[in-house]
């Protein structure tokens, strides 16, 4: 049986009159434990302290002989792995030459490693994409070297992070994304909302959209509609299609890391599609004809073209937005812009994904007017009415969907307090979507409920998030804490 420490705390209570109306401020003290860890002796009366136990034995009875201070490697030389992490332990010195240590390095890279040098010792985690050896060195502040040390990675032949697919009665909050970012700093004049560190940070690049994905875990997003309206990466608007796969290559960045990003899926933006049609050919986007529906599937298939080729076979079920069995998302907002839409139409793009991927596609839409289609799986309201919330649709297996939408009145209240302003009212919004947490930009504060009539004081920004941060991949995954 292991070690255990800890103490219990009883509540005051009256212990000469029990008839008594209010309690008496008389309680029993701890008794003193012995050297072995048991409690014993008489109890003493103290009105401050209540009565406090302390079982088992006290937890430096467990410790164990302090390792060496060396740079060595604790996991040992030969690392067996059932999947495509690679997890590795180890010492450190408490410096080299007489300067401290500030980093520690695996394949030449510091990624993955996570140092604790008042204690000694250091950690890595990452993906590995084969078998072979890995080098590790330590390096101090004035760029002396330790090591190096190596370990012999074994992966199995298929090694690929297990797929996270949606499943019926699975609570779910989703959400859209543009990427149109270039690091524009003119927005600064339009955009009533500014980047702390300005919008020359925003830029669309990988590092850009990995802060995004951040942010949307510290939010419980458990799935991301990225918005495309671009199929190839030259011209004027190519930037766009550009930026969408550098979300994809954040999410493969998080996900070699250990950490689980939403899932993430097309967005199909018709209006700006059937417009690009509109300009090129001078006429409607018609999906009844082999034309229009080549070039409106064109968008679908160049987005998980890309999207897999940036996943890897190892991240492609992570990564992805999945109906239960493996069905990848595709979500469509509305068709009005177009003509031609009908069952045939969709059954026309259903066929043409199976042949490209060999995967029924999952498809989402808005309900104007795909509703009336029955080879539509999950109608969802993308666009909501100045409400504050709304059922709008169905999903794949019939349960409502809701849309959380908040009113003109309440959004410039939101505003106000994410230019410095506290949240702080009285919970009447759905029970899955009724917390704020303040943010002290990347830190997380205090979580408090609250309505969907905000009311502001000073203080900071305010977000909201239903449960503080997963950043996890889940049972049997290594943890990052």
């Known amino acids: 049986m292991g070690c255990a420490s800890g103490s219990i705390s009883a509540l005051p209570r009256n212990s000469s009159d029990a008839g008594a109306s209010s309690l008496t401020d008389h309680v029993d003290t701890a008794a003193t ?11 003493t009366s103290d009105v401050s302290a209540p009565v406090t136990q302390t079982p088992g034995m006290d937890a430096s009875a467990c410790a164990t002989t302090t390792p060496p201070a060396v740079f060595a490697l604790s996991s040992g ?16 010195p408490p410096n080299i030459n007489g300067s401290a240590i500030a980093a520690v390095e695996v394949g030449g890279s510091s990624r993955g490693v996570r140092l604790d040098t008042a204690r000694g010792v250091w950690s890595y985690l990452l993906a590995a994409s084969s078998s072979g050896d890995l080098t590790i060195t330590a390096r101090s502040a004035s760029g002396s070297m330790a090591g190096p040390l190596r370990a012999h990675v074994t992966l199995p032949p298929m090694s690929a992070a297990p797929g996270r697919d949606l499943v019926p009665g699975q609570h779910t909050v989703g959400s859209w994304m543009f990427s149109w970012f270039t690091g524009d700093t003119t927005w600064r004049c339009t955009s009533a909302w500014q980047p702390p560190a300005g919008f020359n940070t925003w830029d669309g690049s990988a590092g850009w959209a990995r802060d995004q994905l951040l942010d949307q ?6 799935a991301v509609g990225l918005q495309l309206d ?4 030259t011209g004027q608007e190519g930037y766009r299609f550009g930026n969408v796969v550098h979300v994809v290559e954040a ?9 689980s990003p939403p899932r993430l899926f097309p967005f199909i933006d018709t209006a700006i599609i059937a417009d ?19 070039y409106f599937y064109g968008h679908i298939q160049a987005y998980y073209q890309g999207a897999n080729a940036a996943l890897g076979s190892a991240f492609g079920a992570a990564g992805t937005a999945r109906w239960m069995g493996g069905r990848p998302a595709v979500a469509f907002w509305h068709s009005v812009t177009m003509n031609g839409v009908d069952d045939a139409a969709v059954l026309d793009l259903r066929a043409r994904f199976m042949a490209d991927f060999g995967a029924d596609p999952y498809f989402i839409a808005h309900p104007n007017n795909w509703r009336t289609f029955a080879a539509i799986d999950e109608i969802t309201q993308m666009v909501g009415p100045a409400t504050h919330y709304m059922t709008a649709g169905r999903d794949g297996s019939g349960a409502p969907t809701i849309q959380h939408v908040l009113s003109a009145a309440r959004r410039r209240r939101e505003l106000r307090c994410r230019m410095g302003e506290r949240a702080s009212a009285a919970r009447d919004g759905p029970p899955h979507l009724d917390r704020y947490v303040e943010r002290d930009r990347r830190g997380l504060r205090n979580v408090r409920r609250v309505s969907g009539d905000v009311r502001c004081d000073r203080s900071r920004s305010v977000q909201l998030v239903r449960e503080p941060p997963r950043r996890l991949l889940g049972p049997g995954q290594p943890s990052l804490h």
């Not at 049609?277 to 034309?291: E, F, R, Y």
């Open 251 to 259: 999410a493969r960045g998080l996900l070699e890391e250990g950490v």
């Open 230 to 233: 671009t199929p190839i990466g």
């Open 217 to 222: 875990i510290d939010a419980h997003l458990d």
């Open 77 to 92: 030389a030969e690392v067996p792995s059932s999947g495509p992490y690679v997890v590795l332990t180890g010492t450190l």
């Open 276 to 294: 690009h049609w509109l300009k090129a050919q001078g006429a409607t986007l018609d999906l009844s004809t082999p034309a229009g529906r080549a």
């Open 33 to 43: 434990p012995a050297v072995d860890g048991s409690v014993g002796g008489p109890a």
